[in-house]
């Protein structure tokens, strides 16, 4: 059973920044490929990033290309998502996700069995 547990959303304004975090309990972490997610009221949730178990090979939709960038920390058992140039259309909720058994479809929301309470980011004009 892992539980995560997401950190770090909040209130910005738009062209500034916020660094995520989500923090994993229980099972091996560093064996999962996680993920971030975002949606907003009325609407899919979304793939943002993703990152393999050691962290060499990330993945970014192409709205965020260039802006966020997804990291993690093993020895911490935490995944980041460091987001810069932050947009009005970039408010959401965020949410972490763990792909345990490497499902391979990282953009899929099918992909990932474990997922995160999502944290709010909001972005002011």
């Known amino acids: 059973q892992v539980q995560l547990v997401e950190s770090g959303g909040g209130l910005v304004q738009a062209g500034g920044s916020l660094r995520l975090s989500c923090t994993a309990l229980?099972?091996?972490?560093?064996?999962?490929?996680m993920g971030w997610f975002r949606q907003v009221p009325g609407k899919e949730r979304e793939f943002v990033a993703a990152?393999?178990?050691?962290?060499?090979?990330?993945y970014y939709a192409d709205f965020v290309k260039g802006r966020f960038t997804i990291s993690r920390d093993n020895a911490k058992n935490t995944l980041y998502l460091q987001m810069n140039s932050l947009k009005p259309e970039d408010a959401a909720v965020y949410y972490c996700?763990?792909?345990?058994?490497?499902?391979?479809?990282?953009?899929?929301?099918?992909?990932?069995?474990?997922w995160g309470q999502g944290t709010q980011v909001t972005v002011s004009s």
């Open positions: 996700a763990a792909d345990t058994y490497y499902a391979g479809n990282y953009y899929s929301l099918t992909a990932y069995d474990y």
């Open positions: 229980g099972g091996t972490f560093s064996r999962y490929f």
């Open positions: 990152i393999r178990g050691a962290g060499f090979n990330t």
